[in-house]
């Protein structure tokens, strides 16, 4: 690939693979097992990848980009690009919706990495959580619940969903919401949008796109959809069909 993001219609001239969420799930565990590349690598380079994207529309001098992280490999993805941002001097932070005291794995890492460089990271209730994202001006970035999530939003993601598809950040920082993956709510398989799902103006979705993607009803959601590159080996992208 010679870029870390290709814009869907070009994706699609170039004959990607669409993909399952399973089949998604297994292109990680490949790479981990068959190829040794360590899960947090491939979270790092994502991360990275979808930063050096967001940089492109945050000038030196953009309000602080706010990050809603969960639990798991989304949160995590969403704490790399915490702390790529910071190290490029933009102003952001991060709200948890869940205790990062159960962070394992990745995730942990991840975020442990982002406080060592400096990133703020408050852990906020349901109410505290609208009222952050109500008064926020500036992008917020979706990394709460990823591919594998099932059914409808659960409080305090719903909350926090809600009001950011509530919350317009000024025309001069667009895209004013990002999806890291997928839009949080919407099933990557069938395409169809929960009660709520993040309404994203741009989303940023890895490795290929999800085959529920294509349905018109996730169009609202997605917004601009771009595609990925998580730095997996190019003998693997060759057995993927993924154009090199």
Same mark, same amino acid.
């Given at each position: ?59 030196? !001098? ?79 970035? !979706? ?102």
């Amino acid at each position: 690939m010679s870029t870390k993001s290709v814009p869907l219609a070009e994706a699609e001239q170039m004959k990607w693979p669409v993909f399952s969420v399973a089949q998604s799930r297994e292109v990680d565990r490949v790479a981990i097992e068959q190829y040794d590349i360590p899960g947090i690598d491939l979270m790092r380079n994502a991360g990275s990848a979808c930063a050096d994207r967001l940089l492109s529309e945050l000038p030196g !001098d953009c309000p602080t980009t706010l990050i809603l992280a969960g639990a798991g490999n989304n949160g995590g993805d969403g704490y790399v690009i915490a702390k790529c941002l910071a190290s490029a001097n933009r102003p952001v932070s991060v709200v948890s919706l869940v205790d990062t005291d159960k962070l394992s794995g990745d995730a942990k890492q991840s975020h442990d990495d982002a406080i060592e460089a400096g990133v703020r990271v408050d852990i906020a209730n349901a109410d505290a959580i609208v009222a952050r994202i109500k008064n926020h001006e500036g992008m917020i970035v !979706d990394a709460l619940l990823g591919t594998g999530s099932k059914g409808a939003p659960r409080s305090p993601f719903a909350e926090a969903i809600r009001a950011a598809n509530e919350t317009h950040a000024p025309t001069t920082h667009r895209p004013s919401r990002v999806a890291i993956d997928i839009p949080s709510g919407l099933d990557g398989d069938s395409g169809e949008p929960s009660q709520p799902t993040f309404r994203a103006e741009l989303t940023l979705t890895f490795v290929t796109p999800k085959i529920g993607m294509s349905n018109p009803a996730a169009a609202p959601y997605l917004g601009e959809l771009e595609v990925i590159d998580i730095g997996i080996p190019d003998a693997l992208k060759r057995q993927l069909g993924i154009p090199g």
